[in-house]
T-cell receptor, first 112, second 112 residues
Framework: QKEVEQDPGPLSVPEGAIVSLNCTYS??????FMWYRQYSRKGPELLMY????GNKEDGRFTAQVDKSSKYISLFIRDSQPSDSATYLC????????????FGTGTQLKVEL | DADVTQTPRNRITKTGKRIMLECSQT?????MYWYRQDPGLGLRLIYY???????NKGEISDGYSVSRQAQAKFSLSLESAIPNQTALYFC???????????FGSGTRLTVV
C-alpha cells in the first residue's frame, strides 16, 4: 500500500463548478501538507501549504486537513479552464530530512 | 530567468551511454533534490543534498549518481543508461525543512 493515495482521474467539470480533490495517507507522522499544480510539460508549482489540521483559504482555493481521518482536500471554487492541470498532494513529517512524499496526481479538466 | 533551470529540456540517448542532467538555481537555497516522474508512480526521490558536502540517497538511487558542484548547481548522472530510466526528471530546491519546493521545468529523457 502506498503511503499517499490519490485518485488519478481524469476529472472533468464544467466551468464555474466547485472542484474537490482528495488524498488519503497512512503515515500518522505527517505534519506538513501541500498541494502542487502541474501544467503539461511544466514542473509542479506550490499552490497551498498547511501545517497540521485545519483549513486554509487563498482566493478560490481552500485546503483542508483532517489528521484524525488521514485525509486532505483541495477545493477550487468557480473553476476556470486555466485550472486544467494535474494536482499533486504532498506531505512530510518533522523527521527523516523532511522529505516530501507525493501522491500520483489527479488530472483535472475544466470545460467551457 | 527561471529560478531553477534544468538542461537539457529533452534528450534521447542510447542504452549504455553515460548522460548528465544539470540543474542550477538562483534562489540561494541550500537544499536541492532530484526526482523522476513516471505515469502512475508519481514523483520519486532519487538524491538530495542539504549543502555542498552533504549528499543523500533517495528511494530510487540505484543507477544514478549526483554531484553538488556549488550551492547553486546540482547535477544528476546516469552512468549507463537503460530503457527503464526513460522518464521526466525534475530538480527542486527548498529554503528549509518546512517549506515547499521550487521545481525546474524538467528534463524529458528517453533511453532507446
Amino acid at each position: 500500500q502506498k503511503e499517499v493515495e490519490q485518485d488519478p482521474g481524469p476529472l472533468s467539470v464544467p466551468e464555474g463548478a466547485i472542484v474537490s480533490l482528495n488524498c488519503t495517507y497512512s503515515n500518522s507522522a505527517f505534519q506538513y501538507f501541500m498541494w502542487y499544480r502541474q501544467y503539461s510539460r511544466k514542473g509542479p508549482e506550490l499552490l497551498m501549504y498547511t501545517y497540521s489540521s485545519g483549513n486554509k483559504e487563498d482566493g478560490r482555493f481552500t485546503a483542508q486537513v483532517d489528521k484524525s481521518s488521514k485525509y486532505i482536500s483541495l477545493f477550487i471554487r468557480d473553476s476556470q479552464p486555466s485550472d486544467s492541470a494535474t494536482y499533486l498532494c504532498a506531505m512530510s513529517s518533522t523527521g527523516g530530512g523532511n522529505k516530501l512524499t507525493f501522491g500520483t496526481g489527479t488530472q483535472l479538466k475544466v470545460e467551457l | 530567468d527561471a529560478d531553477v533551470t534544468q538542461t537539457p529540456r529533452n534528450r534521447i540517448t542510447k542504452t549504455g551511454k553515460r548522460i548528465m542532467l544539470e540543474c542550477s538555481q538562483t534562489k540561494g537555497h541550500d537544499r536541492m533534490y532530484w526526482y523522476r516522474q513516471d505515469p502512475g508512480l508519481g514523483l520519486r526521490l532519487i538524491y538530495y543534498s542539504f549543502d555542498v558536502k552533504d549528499i543523500n540517497k533517495g528511494e530510487i538511487s540505484d543507477g544514478y549518481s549526483v554531484s553538488r558542484q556549488a550551492q547553486a548547481k546540482f547535477s544528476l548522472s546516469l552512468e549507463s543508461a537503460i530503457p527503464n530510466q526513460t522518464a521526466l526528471y525534475f530538480c527542486a530546491t527548498r529554503q528549509g525543512a518546512n517549506y515547499g519546493y521550487t521545481f525546474g521545468s524538467g528534463t524529458r529523457l528517453t533511453v532507446v
